[in-house]
């Protein structure tokens, strides 16, 4: 089992910036990838960065350019810098831990970019 906690959300103008963090507990050496993943009303979850523990990244192509993943020293922490965010990025963003076995999610927080 991993526990997952969130951290950093919050509401900002257009153009601001945030940064997210993720900090895993429990059985973290078997995380293979950590990602974030955001929700917006009426739409799907969806994915929005992802890296693995060998430091691979992929990003959704909608925040290619203003957003950054990265992963603490233990590996069980990751951050999502948020730069230059407008209201399309309004979700509820969700940490994510993958395993051989399963995937994990946190709780959620709340993203809001709005004037």
């Known amino acids: 089992q991993v526990q997952l906690v969130e951290s950093g959300g919050g509401l900002v103008q257009p153009g601001g910036s945030l940064r997210l963090s993720c900090v895993g507990s429990?059985?973290?050496?078997?995380?293979?990838?950590m990602g974030w993943y955001r929700q917006a009303p009426g739409k799907q979850r969806e994915l929005v960065a992802r890296?693995?523990?060998?430091?691979?990244?992929n990003y959704a192509d909608s925040v290619k350019g203003r957003f950054t993943i990265s992963q603490g020293n233990a590996k069980n922490t990751v951050y999502l810098q948020m730069n230059n965010l407008n209201p399309e990025d309004t979700a509820v963003y969700y940490c994510?831990?993958?395993?051989?076995?399963?995937?994990?999610w946190g709780q959620g927080t709340q993203v809001t970019a709005s004037s």
């Open positions: 994510n831990a993958q395993t051989q076995r399963a995937a994990y």
């Open positions: 429990g059985s973290i050496f078997s995380i293979s990838a």
């Open positions: 890296i693995t523990s060998g430091g691979r990244t």
